[in-house]
């Protein structure tokens, strides 16, 4: 079964403080991972990919096929980073993302 | 600016009146989407088009159509809305379907109420 599983659904943190959003997934084979955000009243957006392996507004994700995870960090939370996270997984036919149910992100100073 | 445009952004219908809602991407990308999104569940596919006249179910497709007569294009219709269909419903767009998957641009969303 493909699925993709976020036990969070709200995180909040102080402006500073280290974010990990969780993000595990259920597949057979190689995963293809992202995350999107979607900011208030915004369209979701690309944040990142696994297979690019870079940095975005300071966030890195890291897949972890034995822990099947691709956990989403930032060393210090910005208040422009409060938005909702989707983790989401390519099925394997490559016709559609499976999204997990989103966690909100909320940084306050 | 290369982007996917959804109308109408708001919708307030009853049960049983036949609406559409289009989708158009000015990207030349070959695949097309639709999710909705509901509180508690995220995104959900509705049905996909890999091409010009190629489309397919996705995980809720029940009380929708679709069609893909031009690439850019790809409405949904709902034939008879009923209430369970009320959602934030959109619209996606990448450079083709299948491995490896490409990057999705969503549209602003249409909300959808249906009393």
């Known amino acids: 079964a493909q699925r993709v599983t976020q036990p969070e659904k709200l995180l909040s943190v102080f402006k500073g403080a280290p974010v990990e959003l969780k993000c595990n997934y259920s597949?057979?084979?190689?995963?293809?991972l992202f995350w999107y955000v979607q900011y208030s009243r915004q369209r979701l957006q690309l944040l990142l990919r696994h297979i690019s392996r870079e940095s975005i507004k300071g966030f890195t994700a890291d897949l972890n096929k034995g822990e099947t995870s691709f956990h989403l960090k930032k060393p210090f939370a910005q208040e422009e980073d409060s938005a909702m996270y989707y983790c989401a997984l390519g099925s394997q036919a490559g016709t559609a993302l499976i999204f997990g149910k989103g966690t909100t992100l909320s940084v306050s100073s | 600016e290369a982007q996917v445009t959804q109308n109408p952004r708001y919708l307030i219908t009853v049960t049983g009146k036949k609406l559409t809602v289009t989708c158009s991407q000015n990207?030349?990308?070959?695949?097309m989407s639709w999710y909705r999104q509901d509180p508690g569940l995220g995104l959900r596919q509705i049905y996909y088009?890999?091409?010009?006249?190629?489309?397919d179910k996705g995980d809720v497709p029940e009380g929708y159509k679709v069609s893909r007569k031009e690439k850019r294009n790809f409405p949904l219709i709902l034939e008879s809305p009923s209430p369970n269909q009320t959602s934030l419903y959109f619209c996606?767009?990448?450079?083709?379907?299948?491995?490896?998957?490409?990057?999705?641009?969503f549209g602003p969303g249409t909300r959808l109420l249906v009393l």
């Open positions: 996606a767009s990448s450079l083709q379907g299948g491995r490896p998957v490409e990057t999705q641009y």
């Open positions: 088009s890999m091409n010009v006249e190629v489309t």
């Open positions: 597949y057979s084979g190689s995963p293809e």
């Open positions: 990207m030349n990308h070959e695949y």
